[in-house]
């Protein structure tokens, strides 16, 4: 297979694996939210590599599937391996990723909180109102109004990846896809 | 529970014997950590005080028991013995969680408790993995201390609410705290094999050292929240001139300065001495599996 060729099929590939949705937040796509870490593509092989959002996720088996089926006949053989060699954070969600989140009403991850060294303070509160530059503080942009007079309600909400948020401005509850 | 590789390139077969039965023993007593307390979580679903509160512990205890998940396979990894059938295929006194996680979810008070001095010991543990020469355990852990962040934020948040919450709230605090500091110390005694770990680089800290600061860094809090704290300072503390010229100022073990407990220390059984409460929770979370074992369900 001509080199052309292997970037055509890993293109085809990639393009394949844009239509495969989250099962938990069907608007996006494992590639909008940055799961696809690598592509290897041959017509012997395809080697997808992903990285689960969450250790605990339990949609995770239901993605790999998806996937190996949405990729089924593009090669003799297809692998979908989950890694954690790195971690997945929420700042691989792209911009595509984020836009339709916010679309279909969640707010979409503030930035990434920075990796932390061995030697960090143990705990740190978390703000229910953000001021700036306050430790641990969670924003989140009402998805509904534009407002970011919003305030955390539960760190924790119906998936391991989402954290509930209240608007003080058009007041209604929204989610917030977690910054992890 | 689904096959998940860590970085490529590295392999169980790079470890000789003895040093993966150390790394082996290591994994199966922080997944039976993870395992047990994600059990008693799961258990305030549907009960816990706040409709926010049984969101938030169904979470924990699926984060938990998800992590449980990942370590069995990484031992898998290391043994050839599948996964499930190492969480769910033990007799009850194969199990190596901690003292501290071995009691029944208690009140609420008791729950966020446990919860805590577990959430830190288990933080600083992470702390002297995240650097870890074995690959795959690096990669898990780095990923599992992003999630963990969470859990200690709330639960640092539920320790003030309840220790500045009034007379009964501080009092049940201040009474699980009293009950659970001698089997807390469970978490952090150094692991069989602790040596060849370090030797390896798998840890970066002993065990000892990371007690040091575990406790040193809850000391302020305590004091702050008037729970009991019950530890001094040994003998020849903050004497600098105990201190030999030249060695280093890290508390650790055997060095002035260490914290060390006013209760007499636990013997090595916090381990593999379980309690009823455990007992009883082994026949629950086992009894599928028994109920024909080795079924894919």
Redesign the interface.
């Known amino acids: 297979m001509s080199a052309t060729a292997t970037a055509e099929l890993e293109r085809r590939v990639w393009d394949a694996l844009a239509e495969v949705p989250d099962p938990e937040i069907p608007v996006v796509s494992v590639v909008d939210l940055g799961i696809v870490r690598t592509v290897e593509a041959g017509p012997e092989r395809i080697r997808v590599e992903m990285l ?1 959002t ?5 949609a ?2 239901v993605i ?1 599937q998806s996937i190996a089926q949405r990729l089924a006949g593009m090669a003799r053989r297809v692998e979908v ?9 929420s700042d691989r969600i792209t911009p595509d990723g984020r836009r339709k989140l916010r679309e279909s009403g969640f707010a979409p991850p503030g930035p990434q ?1 920075p990796e ?1 060294p ?2 960090r ?6 703000a229910l109102r953000p001021s700036a530059g306050s430790p ?1 503080a969670r924003e989140a942009t009402c998805p509904f109004c534009g407002s970011r007079d919003t305030t955390l ?6 998936t ?1 990846c989402r954290a ?1 948020f209240w608007c003080n401005a058009c007041r209604q509850p929204f989610e917030q896809f ?1 910054a ?1 | 529970m689904s096959a998940l590789t860590g970085a490529t390139g590295t392999s169980a077969h790079g470890l000789d014997d003895a040093t993966r039965d150390a790394l082996a023993e290591l994994l199966l007593c922080m997944a039976d950590d993870e395992f047990v307390l994600g059990y008693w979580d799961s258990e305030w679903t549907g009960i816990a005080p706040l409709l926010e509160e049984d969101v938030a512990f169904s979470s924990l205890a699926q984060d938990e028991i998800g992590h449980a998940a990942a370590l069995y396979e990484l031992l898998a990894g290391l043994t050839g013995e599948p996964a499930d059938r190492i969480a769910y295929g033990r007799e009850v006194d194969g199990y190596r969680q901690a003292a501290l996680l071995d009691h029944a979810r208690g009140d609420w008070a008791f729950s966020i408790a446990r919860r805590f001095l577990y959430d830190t010991a288990d933080a600083v543990r992470l702390d002297a993995l995240a650097g870890s020469s074995y690959a795959p355990l690096a990669g898990l852990v780095a990923k599992m201390r992003r999630e963990e962040r969470y859990h200690l934020a709330h639960m640092h948040a539920w320790m003030v609410r309840l220790a500045c919450g009034g007379e009964e709230p501080a009092r049940r605090l201040a009474a699980a705290c009293e009950r659970l500091w001698p089997d807390a110390l469970a978490v952090l005694a150094p692991p069989a094999g602790e040596r060849r770990l370090l030797d390896a680089g798998i840890l970066t800290e002993s065990f000892a050292t990371c007690r040091q600061r575990w406790l040193g860094e809850l000391a302020p809090l305590f004091e702050e929240l008037r729970l009991p704290f019950p530890f001094r300072p040994a003998p020849g503390a903050s004497s600098s001139r105990a201190r030999p010229a030249g060695a280093p100022a890290v508390a650790d073990a055997g060095q002035p300065g260490r914290l060390e407990p006013t209760f007499p220390e636990p013997g090595p059984e916090g381990r593999t001495r379980h309690n009823d409460d455990f007992r009883w929770l082994w026949g629950e979370l086992t009894s599928v599996y028994r109920s024909e074992p080795g079924a894919t369900w």
């Open positions: 689960p969450f250790v605990g996720c339990p995770l088996e790999r391996e989950p890694t954690f060699a790195e971690p997945w954070t909180p932390e061995a030697g303070p143990l705990f740190t509160t978390i641990g309600e539960n760190p924790f909400g119906p391991l509930i977690k992890v």
